[in-house]
């Protein structure tokens, strides 16, 4: 390829990362805000969650159809066809985590008042250790980080322990409160997306690994 072209398709790939890291920040900040208004009992915030999805979306179409021009157009090969096959797979993945922050969020605006307290099922320490996790994926993915790759699959193990901890609490809890047994189911839901975020975060990881050394893993083990 001219050093001229190869330099225009250079700038087309740092692009798409570009694209692709603000897509994810879109998806990170939608799953925050979720947790914030759940925690904060913000109403508002859960709708305005819900209402931002959209954009979401037709970010990630957008980073979709960048994709498959470049796929049509220049026809990579080895490492440049792994990075845009890997920001393909991560938009998909970073669409979904924005999901399951709306779906928070839409959980939240069915719940009913309960006495009790977030803080005794762990849900806001589960939800930020599944934000630090992202954060980890997407700044292994925006400077190809093998080992912060890494460190993001040591630190779902935790994710999974508490989440099957908050399961157990808060079946306990329902157990004892059967009137409650509605508003705990809603909060096994929150868990359950909130863990899915930390597995989508996983995905991410791995995406970084095979666009770097061209290996296909499977962290989520």
Do not use: W
Not at 88 to 107: C, F, M, P, Q, Y
Not at 179 to 189: A, E, M, P, S, V
Not at 190 to 195: D, F, G, M, Y
């Amino acid at each position: 390829m001219p050093a001229s072209l190869r330099a225009h398709f250079g700038k087309q790939l740092a692009q798409l990362d570009e694209d692709v890291l603000q897509l994810g920040s879109l998806a990170r900040t939608a799953v925050a805000r979720a947790l914030d208004a759940l925690t904060s009992g913000d109403m508002d915030l859960s709708r305005e969650v819900i209402a931002a999805d959209a954009s979401i979306n037709r970010l990630r179409f957008d980073v979709e159809a960048e994709c498959y021009g470049l796929l049509a157009t220049e026809q990579p090969v080895a490492r440049d066809l792994r990075a845009i096959v890997s920001a393909l797979t991560v938009s998909n993945d970073l669409e979904r985590i924005g999901d399951h922050g709306k779906k928070i969020a839409g959980t939240h605006l069915r719940m009913f008042q309960s006495p009790m307290s977030m803080s005794l099922c762990d849900l806001p320490r589960l939800g930020q250790m599944a934000l630090t996790m992202l954060d980890r994926g997407l700044h292994a993915y925006a400077t190809h980080d093998r080992a912060e790759a890494d460190a993001v699959c040591k630190a779902d193990d935790q994710v999974d322990a508490l989440y099957k901890q908050t399961f157990n609490v808060i079946l306990s809890y329902m157990l004892e409160n059967p009137r409650l047994i509605g508003f705990g189911t809603y909060l096994l839901q929150i868990a359950h997306e909130i863990e899915r975020v930390a597995d989508r975060a996983t995905n991410i990881a791995e995406r970084v690994i095979y666009s770097a050394t061209g290996e296909l893993v499977d962290l989520n083990v």
